[in-house]
């Protein structure tokens, strides 16, 4: 029997490696989505504000039409810090592209950064509830986007953002599921890939990346 593999507080390319082998042994649905498609990317990010600003724009639209804002909207700021956001106000911000509820969400971020009422490396550091919770704490940051910044920018290992519509429907194909399953399945399904839930995201991803195209990122 193969030894088993704590993870990391962090993914690393070796433990996401090893996390997949991990899951293909024990999932034969995604050991079939490894051997169609290889390894997983490691879709990392970097932690901090410029990173949730981006995934508060991609909530609900494409990841294509997210990424040609942020890099619009960090053109003419100057670039994409607390200080550049929280000196545009909301009707400012609108008129770079952003919806009057992202502006507000980006701009409140901003200040609260800037202002030192939201510590990104403390929360980094803090233990994931507590972390968790005071992202939750701020507007415009529902559990899917604080997923996906634990997932991404922190590299957690073991997190599944529920709510995501690329992995609802890799998990439907994958799974062969009769329809796309809500988060209560999800989170029942992906429960077994516990301490690889985040593997096993990365994998679903590839899945599904493999099969449509433009590329998520």
């Not at 770079?96 to 980094?124: I, M, N, P």
């Not at 593997?199 to 493999?210: D, E, G, I, P, T």
């Amino acid at each position: 029997m193969p030894a088993v593999i704590a993870p990391p507080r962090a993914l690393t390319h070796a433990t996401l490696a090893a996390g997949t082998r991990a899951l293909a042994r024990r999932d034969p649905d995604l050991a079939d989505v490894f051997r169609r498609h290889g390894m997983p990317p490691m879709w990392a990010r970097r932690p901090g504000f410029a990173t949730l600003v981006h995934i508060v724009l991609e909530q609900q639209v494409s990841i294509a039409a997210a990424r040609t804002l942020f890099k619009r909207l960090s053109q003419q700021l100057g670039g994409m810090t607390p200080h550049a956001v929280a000196a545009h106000g909301v009707t400012r911000l609108r008129r770079f592209g952003l919806t009057r509820q992202k502006a507000s969400y980006c701009h409140e971020l901003a200040l609260a950064v800037r202002d030192g009422r939201l510590d990104l490396g403390q929360v980094a550091r803090a233990e994931d509830a507590d972390g968790r919770e005071t992202l939750l704490a701020m507007r415009g940051l529902g559990p899917w986007s604080v997923d996906v910044y634990y997932l991404m920018a922190l590299r957690r290992p073991d997190v599944w953002p529920s709510g995501d519509l690329a992995l609802a429907i890799a998990m439907r194909d994958v799974k062969r599921l009769p329809g796309r399953p809500g988060n209560a399945e999800q989170q029942e399904i992906s429960a077994p890939w516990a301490p690889w839930r985040s593997v096993a995201a990365r994998l679903l991803w590839h899945y599904y990346l493999s099969n449509r195209r433009p590329p998520h990122n």
